[in-house]
């Protein structure tokens, strides 16, 4: 329950609607599909995998990276989590703000940064758990009441199948709608943080259903014909937007939009915070932090998430999130080889080395494949056409998948630790 508060965000709705208005319904929803199918297989390794290690994506990336690679990795994990937290706060506080005009926007902010850190100090296995697992039969019932009262009020249109961009629907738009989603494959860290928790008795279950195909069923598929319903039938002045969604549902469902909002920004803000807590403490701890309490790191993130909120740098925000997406579609093509490959176990007969004081600080294999494949990603994405950018996270996949393969299988022992011999940690 604690991972399926991922499930629950505005941005499902109005991504899936965005992409309709651009590349057509049809197109959407063929993007959507192949999007649960990839999410679900790749999930499926990833979770497999962290259940039977119990390593976090920090201790993993050590692995993969060595040291200083690995705190790359905690550093993108931790800033796209805390911006996602900018966002989703935000949406809970426009839309306090609006129901409550008496409050300063950043009264509001504020509201929701006090009451989000904390939600994030128990652990996942109890009490995020427990709290989500109550506040998700709400989230249902809101998305269920969001599409009655809208049918109620302005009737029933077979508009949200044909919607598209004027001029009929691109060609090949249904790609433009998959790779799309190849930009939140930051859920793959997600999974990975949250998977490891599970017991090895339950990794069927959780590699074919908690974090398999069905999730993200409901999560892509539902929320997104429900957000292509809504914004095809609910009126919303200007363009759309998480904003001018929740306006709109607040205007149609008053105090009970305001509930159904906070409980849908809440439940994702918990794995936000929590996940940009933890990692933010598996950063600082090479910097010999590594006594500071969870607790601390919680408050602090939800310091920078207020900080960010009063500055309103969304529009850096949304470039630096397209460059990070492309180093985490590295990330997990890295990851994905590493466990594909037998060549680690044989190195080191079945033990996973980890520890601090025994990885190397580089590692060659992990840190070439990359920065060559995000590199390459990077520089298409910038200097190639509209249509050779919409391969750059597609092929960033490829290029750091083979190039680590290729390392790994002529890698030396000495690339992952610093002496001889292989130690369990």
């Given at each position: 329950m604690a991972w399926w508060a991922i499930c629950s965000a505005m941005f499902w709705l109005v991504v899936a609607a965005t992409l309709a208005m651009n590349f057509g319904t049809t197109n959407a929803l063929i993007g959507l599909a192949l999007s649960v199918v990839t999410y679900g297989l790749i999930n499926a390794v990833i979770t497999r995998y962290a259940i039977k290690t119990g390593l976090s994506v920090a201790l993993f990336s050590r692995v993969l990276f060595g040291k200083v690679g690995a705190s790359l990795a905690t550093l993108i994990f931790f800033a796209t989590a805390i911006y996602y937290s900018v966002f989703e706060g935000s949406v809970i506080a426009v839309a306090i703000q609006a129901y409550f005009p008496s409050l300063s926007l950043e009264i509001a902010y504020l509201i929701v940064v006090l009451y989000s850190v904390p939600l994030v100090f128990g652990s996942v296995q109890t009490w995020l758990d427990k709290f989500n697992g109550v506040l998700l039969p709400f989230y249902i019932l809101g998305l269920i009441a969001a599409v009655a009262v809208s049918i109620h009020q302005y009737g029933y249109s077979d508009a949200w199948l044909h919607m598209g961009p004027e001029g009929g629907d691109p060609e090949n738009g249904w790609w433009n709608c998959f790779t799309y989603f190849m930009g939140v494959w930051i859920l793959m860290m997600y999974t990975w943080d949250y998977a490891r928790f599970g017991r090895e008795d339950d990794s069927d279950y959780h590699a074919k259903v908690?974090?398999?195909?069905?999730?993200?069923?409901?999560?892509?598929?539902?929320?997104?014909?429900?957000?292509?319903?809504?914004?095809?039938?609910?009126p919303t002045e200007g363009g759309l937007s998480e904003v001018s969604v929740v306006l709109a549902i607040l205007k149609l469902m008053g105090i009970w939009g305001l509930l159904f909002v906070w409980v849908s920004q809440t439940r994702i803000n918990t794995a936000n915070f929590y996940l940009a807590a933890d990692n933010m403490k598996a950063f600082f701890e090479r910097f010999g932090l590594q006594n500071v309490p969870q607790f601390v790191w919680a408050i602090i993130v939800?310091?920078?998430?207020?900080?960010?909120?009063?500055?309103?740098?969304?529009?850096?925000?949304?470039?630096?999130?397209?460059?990070?997406?492309?180093?985490?579609?590295?990330?997990?093509?890295?990851?994905?080889?590493?466990?594909?490959s037998p060549k680690y176990d044989q190195m080191f007969d079945g033990h996973i080395e980890c520890d601090h004081q025994r990885v190397t600080s580089f590692n060659p294999c992990g840190l070439i494949a990359w920065f060559s494949g995000a590199g390459l990603g990077i520089i298409i994405l910038n200097f190639g056409n509209a249509s050779l950018a919409l391969f750059s996270a597609p092929i960033t996949f490829l290029i750091a998948f083979c190039v680590y393969l290729m390392l790994l299988s002529g890698a030396k022992h000495h690339w992952f630790v610093r002496d001889s011999g292989a130690t369990s940690s």
């Amino acid at each position: 329950m604690a991972w399926w508060a991922i499930c629950s965000a505005m941005f499902w709705l109005v991504v899936a609607a965005t992409l309709a208005m651009n590349f057509g319904t049809t197109n959407a929803l063929i993007g959507l599909a192949l999007s649960v199918v990839t999410y679900g297989l790749i999930n499926a390794v990833i979770t497999r995998y962290a259940i039977k290690t119990g390593l976090s994506v920090a201790l993993f990336s050590r692995v993969l990276f060595g040291k200083v690679g690995a705190s790359l990795a905690t550093l993108i994990f931790f800033a796209t989590a805390i911006y996602y937290s900018v966002f989703e706060g935000s949406v809970i506080a426009v839309a306090i703000q609006a129901y409550f005009p008496s409050l300063s926007l950043e009264i509001a902010y504020l509201i929701v940064v006090l009451y989000s850190v904390p939600l994030v100090f128990g652990s996942v296995q109890t009490w995020l758990d427990k709290f989500n697992g109550v506040l998700l039969p709400f989230y249902i019932l809101g998305l269920i009441a969001a599409v009655a009262v809208s049918i109620h009020q302005y009737g029933y249109s077979d508009a949200w199948l044909h919607m598209g961009p004027e001029g009929g629907d691109p060609e090949n738009g249904w790609w433009n709608c998959f790779t799309y989603f190849m930009g939140v494959w930051i859920l793959m860290m997600y999974t990975w943080d949250y998977a490891r928790f599970g017991r090895e008795d339950d990794s069927d279950y959780h590699a074919k259903v908690n974090f398999g195909m069905p999730f993200y069923l409901f999560t892509f598929m539902v929320n997104g014909v429900v957000g292509i319903f809504l914004a095809a039938t609910i009126p919303t002045e200007g363009g759309l937007s998480e904003v001018s969604v929740v306006l709109a549902i607040l205007k149609l469902m008053g105090i009970w939009g305001l509930l159904f909002v906070w409980v849908s920004q809440t439940r994702i803000n918990t794995a936000n915070f929590y996940l940009a807590a933890d990692n933010m403490k598996a950063f600082f701890e090479r910097f010999g932090l590594q006594n500071v309490p969870q607790f601390v790191w919680a408050i602090i993130v939800g310091g920078v998430v207020y900080a960010l909120m009063l500055m309103n740098v969304f529009s850096f925000i949304l470039q630096a999130l397209a460059y990070q997406g492309i180093f985490v579609v590295a990330w997990v093509a890295i990851a994905l080889a590493h466990i594909f490959s037998p060549k680690y176990d044989q190195m080191f007969d079945g033990h996973i080395e980890c520890d601090h004081q025994r990885v190397t600080s580089f590692n060659p294999c992990g840190l070439i494949a990359w920065f060559s494949g995000a590199g390459l990603g990077i520089i298409i994405l910038n200097f190639g056409n509209a249509s050779l950018a919409l391969f750059s996270a597609p092929i960033t996949f490829l290029i750091a998948f083979c190039v680590y393969l290729m390392l790994l299988s002529g890698a030396k022992h000495h690339w992952f630790v610093r002496d001889s011999g292989a130690t369990s940690s």
